[in-house]
């Protein structure tokens, strides 16, 4: 998993074995706490596997962004 230029308040990454999943999976966003602060469903099958997550309402800071067993850690401005 790997996190892509994205226009402000938004993250964008590409996890390719999202490319070849069924269904949805879960994103979770946390903060440096650890804490949940962000859920967002991810339909399985998109292209190259890359997402653009809606970011605008969390503030700028460090985060973990998790989809399945795979962890990245993101920064916001």
Do not use: W
């Not at 994205?6 to 590409?14: K, Q, S, W, Y």
């Not at 903060?31 to 970011?55: A, C, D, W």
């Not at 503030?59 to 993101?74: A, C, I, S």
Request: proline share 8%.
């Amino acid at each position: 998993m790997q996190q892509l230029p994205a226009p402000e308040g938004h993250v964008c990454i590409r996890v390719p074995a999202m490319e070849q999943e069924q269904g949805t999976v879960q994103c979770t966003i946390y903060n440096s706490g650890f804490e949940p602060v962000r859920m967002i469903p991810l339909q399985g099958g998109h292209h190259k596997g890359i997402y653009t997550l809606q970011v605008k309402t969390l503030p700028h800071g460090e985060y973990v962004l998790q989809v399945g067993e795979q962890r990245l850690d993101v920064h916001l401005e």
